[in-house]
């Protein structure tokens, strides 16, 4: 079962702030990562499939990048709707397919 | 516009049974591979079950293997989710979720997603 790392757990910036999170994978998944948004009470919305495609609807100021082991999300200037749980998740190898723990954006 | 609403879920005793089920519309359901994800309070994502668009190809993780099965019926549009032999650490809400791409290959991303059922197994 590939494992994907997520750094760091929670990351406190300001709106108009970029910001980057990480998401590594303890074996290749070459491109086959996507990363989802998730608001309190809310079910996962899907951002970035295939490390660096956005999804239907998505702003550009989401984009993704890496290749391998490790992969990037990069929200160029963080909107008040942006602050949320990201998880990165691969379709390379399954079952299983699985999901990093999160990363929490919240307001400083 | 694509919707997916789960229903089923509740309160079960350890050992109990339960069928979720996931009424679709908005797109050409026989046409998706299907996935139940599942919430654990307060924890993050973990992918359950899959089944394709033909029903005939289903797999599972090894957390629930042996005890819950998928299905659907594509002549309802609705995925279905068997639960037996439920443990507490079953207690999740369950979403159903469609994959993005059509067909059988390439699966794996999941495009859109319903709001999801709570399943709670306490004595």
């Known amino acids: 079962e590939i494992v994907l790392t997520q750094s760091p757990a929670t990351l406190s910036l300001s709106p108009g702030e970029r910001a980057t999170l990480s998401c590594r994978a303890s074996?290749?998944?070459?491109?086959?990562l996507a990363w989802y948004q998730q608001k309190p009470g809310q079910a996962p919305r899907l951002l970035i499939f295939d490390a660096s495609n956005r999804a239907t609807g998505i702003p550009a100021r989401f984009s993704g990048s890496g290749f391998g082991t490790d992969f990037t999300l990069t929200i160029s200037s963080l909107e008040p709707e942006d602050f949320a749980v990201y998880y990165c998740?691969?379709?390379?190898?399954?079952?299983?397919?699985?999901f990093g723990q999160g990363t929490k954006v919240e307001i400083k | 516009e694509v919707q997916l609403v789960e229903s089923g879920g509740g309160l079960v005793q350890p050992g109990g049974s339960l069928r979720l089920s996931c009424a679709v519309s908005?797109?050409?359901?026989?046409?998706?591979?299907m996935s139940w994800v599942r919430q654990a309070p307060g924890k993050g994502l973990e992918w359950v079950s899959v089944v394709s668009g033909s029903g005939g190809s289903r797999h599972y993780a090894d957390s629930v293997k042996g005890r819950f099965t998928i299905s659907r019926d594509n002549s309802k549009n609705t995925l279905y989710l068997q639960m037996n032999s439920l443990r507490v650490e079953d207690t999740a809400v369950y979403y159903c979720?469609?994959?993005?791409?059509?067909?059988?290959?390439?699966?794996?991303?999941?495009?859109?997603w319903g709001q999801g059922t709570l399943v709670t197994v306490s004595s």
């Open positions: 074996q290749s998944v070459s491109n086959y």
């Open positions: 908005g797109f050409a359901f026989s046409y998706n591979a």
């Open positions: 998740q691969q379709r390379y190898d399954w079952p299983p397919w699985t």
């Open positions: 979720a469609k994959d993005l791409r059509q067909g059988e290959s390439h699966l794996g991303d999941f495009d859109n």
